[in-house]
């Protein structure tokens, strides 16, 4: 009898001990699988951002983007003479429900505004836009440029205005981004639209943007005054470019680090790329040879630390070899 007992007594400590062996190594394999998961994730992430930065780059937005950067089909019908306005009248323009498949809006996407307003925050989307907080002290809505390499982007007709306006807010603002501007006043110029919500940072009430923006400056004054301080310095010559092209560059706020120079076709395939020796973090003063580069129309970007400081638009020459 104590025999029989010892072996179910020791039986059942058997099973309780594989019990507890098996919860153990479902617990192990369900932290490693979601490790992996996180681990993955992590990887697509580097993965998309490596291919922002790379070529042929799909812009990264999904939601009504060939209005965003005006390739759609009815591009043809926006009426492109500025309307004069203010940020409380564009807050109060009467939009409809956005959809994110919606075509572009007759009666509202259609029409290109101007006014004044100051810029108050500056983001650098994931998508490589542009995104301004616009804001005339009381009402908000937002300004976005998009990225002229992208390669929705580079088969619009406006690329030449993206690259001005993302450059007087590199000169101006700076690179990256910034939760708090202070420049003075400026006047925008560009496209009514209409962004499904999803917790943009100074969205206007009615969901109006001007997406995208194709002018912004200083607003023009009379007399004497201070000149606006550049962030950012560059010069590129000459342009047209042959066999060398000399890159200068002064950061006032920035340290530069590991800066190249990329060019880009208008197809946004990245045919060419220069190291830029910084010189005491804030300067880079270079030349390279780019017997490489065919000759054509291209957009050239300077990076730093991985990121984009400066877009231009640069023409290359047949050179004499």
Avoid at 105 to 132: I, P, Q, S
Wanted: charge should be negative; hydrophobic fraction near 40%.
């Amino acid at each position: 009898m104590k025999i029989k007992k010892l072996l179910i007594s020791s039986l059942f400590n058997f099973k309780v001990a594989n019990l507890f062996l098996f919860m153990f190594l479902l617990a192990v394999n369900i932290t490693n699988a979601q490790s992996n998961s996180k681990h993955k994730e992590e990887e697509e992430e580097e993965e998309e951002h490596a291919l922002i930065n790379g070529k042929q780059v799909m812009c990264g937005g999904t939601e009504r983007w060939s209005q965003k950067v005006l390739v759609d089909a009815a591009v043809s019908t926006i009426n492109f003479t500025a309307l004069p306005a203010t940020v409380n009248s564009m807050v109060n323009i009467v939009t409809p429900t956005p959809s994110t498949s919606m075509p572009r809006y007759a009666g509202v996407e259609d029409k290109c505004y101007t006014f004044t307003c100051n810029v108050t925050v500056k983001k650098a989307e994931t998508d490589n836009d542009y995104h301004l907080v616009l804001s005339d002290g009381t009402h908000t809505l937002i300004g976005e440029i998009p990225d002229p390499v992208c390669s929705a982007a580079a088969s619009s007709n406006y690329v030449p205005q993206y690259t001005a306006a993302r450059n007087f807010v590199d000169t101006y603002i700076g690179s990256g981004s910034y939760s708090s501007v202070h420049i003075a006043p400026v006047q925008i110029y560009g496209v009514a639209f209409v962004d499904p919500p999803h917790g943009q940072t100074g969205a206007a009430p009615n969901n109006l943007e001007i997406h995208p923006i194709l002018k912004i400056n200083f607003i023009p004054t009379t007399g004497i005054d201070a000149v606006p301080e550049k962030q950012l310095d560059v010069t590129l010559f000459p342009n047209p470019f042959k066999d060398n092209l000399t890159i200068n560059l002064t950061s006032k706020a920035a340290n530069l680090k590991k800066c190249s120079i990329q060019f880009f076709d208008i197809m946004a395939n990245k045919v060419a790329e220069f190291d830029l020796p910084v010189k005491g973090k804030k300067q880079i003063a270079e030349t390279v040879n780019t017997t490489q580069i065919a000759p054509g129309t291209y957009i050239y970007r300077i990076i730093s630390d991985g990121k984009p400081i400066y877009d231009g638009r640069i023409i290359s020459l047949p050179n004499n070899n």
